[in-house]
């Protein structure tokens, strides 16, 4: 099997405890759904992720990472005047504050040619990307996108997409609300989280959030909800489970990433409905009990040694 998750990735300044001193790290929502992804699968599966970058040394390490970490990068497309975003972590009293630098980020032509996406889908059984991958986008991108990802989907690939509602990153709350949900047209499997969709669409519960997501013509929804239970229809199937409850939440940061790694891992190979959110949930605890985007958890071999 083959997955490619489509986005930007960018460089993370963290702060380590010395004032002044950060680690160099990189990360980004459909990044960290790709990471996890790859630590989940068996290694006979492709993980790909599809970006584009610079030329420059700071973007060679970028790619050298990822590869590092089994994950797929030959598609990426490098542009020779541009680089990729950076965001750096601020604590200030135990809170953190984050500030980009992503305006004029090489993700952001990531579409441009459309031709070369649609070679990177090729044979993939699913295309994974998200609402912060729509919001970087030109409108003419988006729509390219859209059209490389209904070709995919009529050879027979599916497409999987977490709204993941960033409205600092939209003109306005409108045309983002317009844009997912047009994206979720397009789309075969859709993970939003509750809370942010609560406040962006209305919806007062979280079936009123599958309701609409169902009227958009998505097959198979989750909702997640925090701590709360998670919603979903899957193969016709409405089912809802409670997450395992954690002892210490650390660092909520890529929780619903890796929920969707999770999920999406289980899921794509067979699992029943209640397995797929069970170990969706599962790795999820694991990443907000640590600090940092990308946790160590245990990979594929591991995790069936160990009958998780
Ligand atoms: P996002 O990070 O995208 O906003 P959510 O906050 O809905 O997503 O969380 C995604 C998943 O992470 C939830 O479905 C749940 O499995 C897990 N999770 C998040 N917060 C908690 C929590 N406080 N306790 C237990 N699990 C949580």
Request: aromatic share 6%.
């Amino acid at each position: 099997m083959r997955i490619v998750s489509i986005g930007e990735c960018m460089v993370e300044l963290a702060p380590l405890s010395e004032p002044g001193i950060f680690r160099l790290g990189y990360a980004g929502d459909t990044f960290n759904t790709a990471w996890y992804l790859r630590r989940l699968l068996p290694p006979e599966n492709v993980v790909a992720y599809f970006t584009a970058v610079g030329t420059d040394e700071t973007s060679a390490r970028l790619l050298a990472s990822m590869a590092a970490a089994g994950i797929e990068t030959r598609h990426i497309v490098q542009m020779p005047d541009r680089t990729v975003g950076l965001y750096l972590i601020e604590l200030r009293n135990g809170e953190r504050s984050f500030t980009y630098w992503r305006g004029q980020s090489a993700a952001r032509t990531l579409a441009a040619d459309p031709a070369r996406l649609a070679q990177a889908l090729s044979g993939a059984r699913l295309a994974y990307l998200s609402g912060i991958t729509l919001a970087i986008l030109s409108p003419g991108d988006r729509a390219s996108l859209l059209d490389v990802l209904r070709d995919f989907r009529a050879s027979g690939g599916l497409v999987g997409f977490d709204p993941n509602l960033r409205p600092r990153l939209w003109p306005s709350p409108a045309e983002m609300c317009a844009a997912i949900m047009q994206a979720a047209g397009c789309s075969d499997i859709v993970l939003p989280s509750f809370e942010d969709e609560a406040a962006f669409f209305a919806d007062t519960t979280p079936e009123a959030t599958l309701t609409r997501y169902a009227g958009a013509g998505v097959a198979d929804i989750v909702v997640k909800n925090g701590a709360g239970p998670m919603l979903a229809r899957l193969g016709g199937q409405v089912v809802q489970l409670a997450p395992p409850p954690v002892a210490e939440v650390v660092d909520t940061t890529a929780a619903g990433d890796s929920f969707n790694a999770g999920f999406l891992a289980a899921h794509l190979t067979g699992a029943v409905p209640l397995a797929a959110l069970a170990q969706g949930a599962q790795v999820a605890a694991q990443v907000i009990g640590a600090r940092g985007a990308l946790v160590d958890i245990p990979p594929a071999d591991a995790r069936l040694s160990a009958g998780i």
